[in-house]
């Protein structure tokens, strides 16, 4: 076993798009293992996220969209963009589900006049060839310079390209489950993680959120309670996978007034028999270490 620590920081911890005074940021997930600095999911703040973690964007190796919801991948664009007038040199390879060639390429047209005046004014390398753009495959694990990524299809429906993630180096593994309603599979896919990332809703909070968008019909709480994943069950999630910690995340409700850590904490109580973090924005957890 390996000493080497990796790390996952939460720079993005709400489930849902929308950001209101005083509520978390939308997703995105950093994570330092084997070298590499990877960022999976980059909702709104993200690029904000990375630099109040003290984590420059240039240091960036690659970035991992799990799916086409705009709370994941609202900021991809800007984050590299950013990236790049921060001082970019090196590729950069983009995985996402089939689609995100297509907002990769609008977003390079939404700001071609600007890219095209920045290479030529300020002698900046070719925005176009820093970034590459495939699909994540549930086939064919993705070998980043040592670190195994390996993808299952999760269920977020009425989503069907949206997946889970494993990395692999070292001797450790973390494992995000991205959006998903809880599934038996997840347990044999984090099987052993050293961490789980695991995506967790409060069901009693959702209607109170549902209430309050002021929405005429009931398709919001039907998508909510179809595709995310009660606390309660990812925690037996947790406790069949037998992971060595769990991490909740993308929480739905966040920022609700009357929900604390203490609300989540109740939620799995005696359910999963590891250590539990309760994701926050900024929250660094260290993966592997010795006890
Ligand atoms: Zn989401
Ligand atoms: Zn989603």
């Given at each position: 076993?390996?000493?080497?620590?990796?790390?996952?920081?939460?720079?993005?911890?709400?489930?849902?798009?929308?950001i209101?005074?005083?509520?978390?940021?939308?997703?995105?997930?950093?994570?330092e293992?084997?070298?590499?600095?990877?960022?999976?999911?980059?909702?709104?703040?993200?690029?904000?996220?990375?630099?109040?973690?003290?984590?420059?964007?240039?240091?960036?190796?690659?970035?991992?969209i799990?799916?086409?919801?705009?709370?994941?991948?609202?900021?991809?664009?800007?984050?590299?963009?950013?990236?790049?007038?921060?001082?970019?040199?090196?590729?950069?390879?983009?995985?996402?589900?089939?689609?995100?060639?297509?907002?990769?390429?609008?977003?390079?047209?939404?700001?071609?006049?600007?890219?095209?005046?920045?290479?030529?004014?300020?002698?900046?390398?070719?925005?176009?060839?820093?970034?590459?753009?495939s699909?994540?495959?549930?086939?064919?694990?993705?070998?980043?310079?040592g670190?195994?990524?390996?993808?299952?299809?999760?269920?977020?429906?009425?989503?069907?390209?949206?997946f889970?993630?494993?990395?692999?180096a070292?001797g450790?593994?973390?494992?995000?489950?991205?959006?998903?309603?809880?599934?038996?599979?997840?347990?044999?896919?984090?099987?052993?993680?050293?961490?789980?990332?695991?995506?967790?809703?409060?069901?009693?909070?959702?209607?109170?959120?549902?209430?309050?968008?002021?929405?005429?019909?009931?398709?919001l709480?039907?998508?909510?309670?179809?595709?995310?994943?009660?606390?309660?069950?990812?925690?037996?999630?947790?406790q069949?996978?037998?992971?060595?910690?769990?991490a909740?995340?993308?929480?739905?409700?966040?920022?609700?007034p009357?929900?604390?850590?203490?609300?989540?904490?109740?939620a799995?109580?005696?359910?999963?028999?590891?250590?539990?973090?309760?994701?926050?924005?900024?929250?660094?957890?260290?993966?592997?270490?010795?006890?």
């Amino acid at each position: 076993m390996s000493g080497i620590q990796s790390s996952v920081t939460l720079l993005g911890t709400k489930g849902g798009p929308a950001i209101r005074p005083g509520s978390a940021r939308p997703t995105s997930t950093l994570i330092e293992m084997g070298g590499q600095t990877m960022l999976v999911d980059a909702g709104l703040g993200a690029a904000i996220g990375m630099a109040e973690a003290g984590v420059p964007l240039t240091d960036l190796d690659a970035v991992f969209i799990t799916h086409l919801h705009s709370d994941h991948y609202l900021e991809l664009g800007p984050l590299l963009h950013t990236a790049w007038t921060a001082g970019l040199r090196h590729q950069i390879p983009i995985f996402g589900p089939p689609g995100i060639e297509h907002y990769w390429q609008f977003f390079l047209n939404a700001m071609a006049y600007d890219i095209a005046l920045r290479t030529e004014d300020e002698g900046r390398p070719d925005f176009h060839d820093l970034c590459v753009v495939s699909h994540i495959s549930d086939e064919r694990p993705i070998d980043m310079q040592g670190v195994l990524v390996s993808a299952m299809r999760n269920d977020h429906p009425p989503i069907e390209d949206s997946f889970a993630l494993r990395f692999e180096a070292n001797g450790q593994t973390i494992v995000l489950s991205g959006d998903t309603a809880p599934m038996p599979a997840m347990a044999e896919f984090a099987q052993g993680a050293d961490l789980m990332v695991h995506e967790a809703m409060l069901r009693d909070g959702v209607q109170d959120l549902v209430d309050r968008m002021g929405y005429a019909d009931d398709r919001l709480m039907a998508h909510i309670l179809r595709s995310h994943s009660p606390a309660e069950d990812v925690a037996r999630i947790a406790q069949a996978a037998q992971v060595r910690a769990l991490a909740l995340n993308h929480l739905i409700p966040s920022g609700e007034p009357g929900v604390t850590e203490e609300t989540w904490r109740a939620a799995v109580s005696g359910l999963y028999d590891g250590p539990v973090h309760i994701g926050h924005d900024g929250l660094v957890i260290e993966v592997g270490e010795q006890p």
